[in-house]
């Protein structure tokens, strides 16, 4: 079973610049996630789709970050303008999305940002 | 409230020897607590995962002690490998549909696991 696929895995841009990273879940997985990892800290999320509607965004800066997820597949995570503190892995996730109770998240390898 | 509190940072470990990571939690609601385990350049992976109605689970190598009274948990590693080496994560969640929660998790800060050959 192919795993959750992430790209680009690295992206330097400068401050004030946009980036987009783009996610491919798991195939048939309905519950996509998009975490912030700074280093040394754990992941923080960010954004929940359940299919193509969001369902928890309540921790995304919405004045910089945006999130689609089309088809209910694949998402794409924006930041636009990035900003020093931005810095981090970026982590897709997905899960079965049963919807009922918690369950295994598979993450991606992520995408390292570096704002300069 | 909705923290996790996770000690050591680091921990050094002998071949063949324990490691023990702590967790601790303050929202009594938190009804999930995964353990997952991140090699670097790779994203966090389930090691194993506990609800409160249970003291302990082992699988394997790994067991999950937990303690709903002290509202603290723990992650157990016996005979540890320098495979084993890698950052480890606790995290916690609430049952799903609790208070409008998506049972998101909420994560530690992590604990840097070196297995000296």
């Known amino acids: 079973e192919a795993g959750v696929a992430q790209s680009p895995r690295y992206k330097i841009i400068e401050k004030r610049q946009s980036v987009a990273f783009w996610c491919n879940p798991i195939?048939?997985?309905?519950?996509l996630y998009w975490y912030q990892q700074i280093l040394g800290q754990g992941p923080k999320l960010l954004i929940q789709?359940?299919?193509?509607?969001?369902?928890?965004d309540s921790q995304l800066p919405k004045d910089r970050f945006s999130a689609e997820r089309l088809k209910g597949v694949d998402s794409t995570l924006k930041i636009q303008p990035a900003k020093l503190e931005d810095s981090a892995v970026y982590l897709c996730?997905?899960?079965?999305?049963?919807?009922?109770?918690?369950?295994?998240?598979?993450f991606g390898p992520g995408t390292r940002l570096l704002v300069l | 409230q909705q923290q996790v509190k996770q000690s050591p940072q680091s921990l050094i470990v002998q071949k063949g020897g324990i490691s023990i990571i702590n967790c601790a939690y303050e929202?009594?609601?938190?009804?999930?607590f995964p353990w997952y385990q991140q090699f670097p350049g790779k994203g966090p992976a389930l090691l194993i995962a506990?609800?409160?109605?249970?003291s302990e689970k082992k699988e394997g190598r790994f067991t999950i002690s937990f303690n709903k009274s002290a509202k603290q948990f723990s992650l157990h590693i016996m005979d540890s490998q320098p495979g084993d080496s890698a950052t480890y994560f606790c995290?916690?969640?609430?049952?799903?549909?609790?208070?409008?929660?998506?049972?998101?998790?909420?994560f530690g800060k992590g604990t840097k696991l070196s297995v000296k050959p």
């Open positions: 789709f359940q299919n193509n509607g969001v369902v928890d």
């Open positions: 195939s048939g997985h309905a519950t």
């Open positions: 929202n009594t609601a938190f009804d999930y």
């Open positions: 996730a997905s899960s079965l999305g049963a919807g009922t109770i918690q369950e295994t998240q598979y």
């Open positions: 995290a916690a969640s609430l049952q799903v549909n609790y208070g409008g929660s998506q049972g998101n998790l909420i």
């Open positions: 506990i609800r409160p109605d249970v």
